[in-house]
């Protein structure tokens, strides 16, 4: 990933006159930037004895860690699971286009699909970095296709899939080459699946638990097998019951590998999650929070009937929301957790010294203003131009 | 001497602020006449600079034509340490000001050679004519920079050996474990500091008023080093209340009775910004105090 070519001469540019997320915290910082890279501005004082070469006011706003959207299943009427000729337009149009919407890195979705959509689509979507021609993708997200009957939502039944008992070879096939993977989501009750999840943990491959009926017990055996995020909690598993919380309950087993974080996203538009459901997962266990778009093709788009994979669906309005918890908190949910989650945390998702500068300037009800990736301006609200 | 005594820190802060702001006015730096200030750290000086910071956001005072020279510096404690000289100076000043990184002078406490480092920095306060005003500060045993008790009085820029009185007052900033405060300093020597051609001393607090009395009411002696600036020419000791506590109600009330006097050298004088644009002389302004 581009990012940090800094050559000791390239322009130091600082960002004045703002609230920085820094160590949880919003702080009366301000932000250095070079070669892409967030800046030690001590350390350019002291060691190199330079000033900026450009500062930036910032109108005392919120300055934040650029979004990453790890469950997004398309945009603008793109779908991702559809086997196109020009799949890469269609996620360089997507990716131009969150921009807006302060997300600076994503994971293109494919929901449960026939094995030929993915050997088309998955080799067509690179990973790429970021930068004024959209945001940079991180690698895909498969959701499904091996995924529980009863739980499978808006998933096509004809094209689910179990393992049989050659398990990864079939994912192989059913998925192709996973140069380009970054998470799969799958069902841990499925048979065989935990030496799939061993060898997928084993290849840096995110395993995400979701759309199962799986128990307590069954979900603990799955994290101790590599699995390391849940997939839109609450949606598509067991409801929480007090006798046996279900995957649900990971969120405060004692019976998980030492210092291990369980992460979870949460779809945070008040609808798949009632608010005061979303805010008890965040009392839980704060760290663990992802903020998930999973947004759908029709996301930019009026009402009417739009695709998802191989289903139709209906639009009629959309809403969003912003989680009931404090703004550093769902700052970081949007930002750092992903980050965490994907192993990338020293580069993405922060705004510490050398880490990518890709962030977003948020007006204080979090309107995004401005984006900002390896920093260079990629994109700015119409009243915020000078 | 001058001995000021306001009521509170905040207001000895001030006052302390003001007179460096009006010393550097009125010196009138430029690009071939910088204005050379040596610069203290620890909690006392806090308040002042505070002040010097909002007085360059309001345009009132610029560092453009400012060189510091920092006192002291810890020996061994990596430059980023969060309790290094160098972090304190770039948390609380350098970085709220218009100061460049290369007029700011402190000594290396992870140099190689540390007293060819002090030597070098005599050199450097030579080589930028002196030092016009020199500020500082005075510990619970009466030192000015690490100058403990017993150092000699024409002293010049060296390492020291901290005294158990200094190590405990600094554990604080250590987590309170005596174990992790470092052992050596490097620091401007008493005789460096006379040589500047001001000197102003902050006091302020209970705890410094037995050194204050030492140092002002007592002789000159090696035991409590501030006491040689009874010999300097031009010593300014700026105070609150509490830290008169050990001085004589006689001496308090004749410094006390000066402050109609001492006070007009803090007035406003017309701020560097109105004197760049070289308006006429009634339309100046004085600035916002």
Redesign the interface.
Known sequence: MRGGQGAVEARVLQFTNCRILRGGKLLRE?LWVRGGRILD??????E????ADERRDCGGRILAPGFIDVQINGGFGVDFSQATEDVGSGVALVARRILSHGVTSFCPTLVTSPPEVYHKVVPQIPVKSGGPHGAGVLGLHLEGPFISREKRGAHPEAHLRSFEANAFQDLLATYGPLDNVRIVTLAPELGHSHEVIRELTTRGICVSLGHSVADLRAAEDAVWSGATFITHLFNAMLPFHHRDPGIVGLLTSDRLPAGRCIFYGMIADGTHTNPAALRIAHRAHPQGLVLVTDAIPALGLGNGRHTLGQQEVEVDGLTAYVAGCSVESALEAASLHPAQLLGLEKSKGTLDFGADADFVVLDDSLHVQATYISGELVWQAEAARQ | MKLIILDHYSQASEWAAKYIRNRIIQFNPGPEKYFTLGLPTGSTPLGCYKKLIEYYKNGDLSFKYVKTFNMDEYVGLPRDHPESYHSFMWNNFFKHIDIHPENTYILDGNAVDLQAECDAFEEKIKAAGGIELFVGGIGPDGHIAFNEPGSSLVSRTRVKTLAMDTILANARFFDGELTKVPTMALTVGVGTVMDAREVMILITGAHKAFALYKAIEEGVNHMWTVSAFQQHPRTVFVCDEDATLELKVKTVKYFKGLMLVHNKLVDPLYSIKEKETEKSQSSKKPYSD
């Open positions: 301000d501005p001590e350390k350019l004082f002291f190199e004895r330079r000033v």
